[in-house]
């Protein structure tokens, strides 16, 4: 089984203003067990896993991050740093986080004369989790609660990323819950009418 290499070097890379051009990603997954599943009281976020990468020679945790390059979208390259660095593919939501400005500390001699990152994140949900990816040999993944991850988060820009994430998605739950509620109440004021009530009025 081949596996497609990691872009390496930065022939190709993005700038603006000055600063290095980098796009990444949350990947994320709903726990789906008969316990939270039916538990309609279980907190929304005991339900959710984020996936965190090793950086390569060091056992802190980040999220799949890279440089966007000018012959790729922004999210085409969150969802490539995702399958090389993380070996995941998913649905990536197209609106994002936000936007972090950040050093990098791995080549800060580099950006410094640039000015730094701009970082773009995003949230992916993971439907498929490869056995062999690019960076597998240099990189390990982890699956972690929302607590555990921003405990072990290596960078700062990122726990904001994660605390944002989790605020969407919080908010998300929240409008759902109220629509399918709503929904419901409408269904039984329905079923209350009794027909014999109902008269056409010219």
């Known amino acids: ?19 290095r051009l980098v796009s990444g990603c949350i990947p994320y997954r709903l726990i789906k067990d008969e316990e939270t599943e039916e538990d309609s009281s279980v907190d929304f976020v005991n339900k959710l896993e984020v996936l965190m ?15 966007w390059e000018d012959d790729e979208t922004v999210l085409e390259a969150a969802s490539r740093e995702a399958m090389e660095e993380a070996g995941v593919k998913g649905i990536l939501r197209e609106l994002p986080l936000g936007v972090w ?6 080549s ?7 000015g730094g990152c701009k970082g773009y994140m995003f949230a992916l949900q993971v439907t498929e989790e490869l056995e062999a990816w690019p960076e597998r040999e240099n990189r390990e993944r982890k699956w972690l609660n929302v607590k555990e991850a921003l405990e072990l988060c290596r960078y700062e820009w990122m726990q904001r990323a994660l605390e944002e994430f989790l ?28 027909p014999c009530y109902c008269f056409l009025v010219n």
């Open 1 to 19: 089984m081949s596996v497609l290499s990691s872009r390496t070097g930065r022939d190709r890379q993005r700038y603006d203003n000055n600063f």
């Open 53 to 67: 990468v090793s950086s390569p020679n060091r056992h802190d945790l980040v999220f799949p991050k890279g440089g």
């Open 101 to 106: 400005e950040f050093r990098s500390k791995s």
């Open 108 to 114: 800060c001699v580099e950006d410094e004369c640039f």
């Open 167 to 194: 605020r969407v998605m919080e908010e998300e739950t929240r409008l759902r819950t109220e629509e399918e509620t709503l929904h419901d109440s409408s269904k039984l004021e329905e079923c209350q009418i009794d």
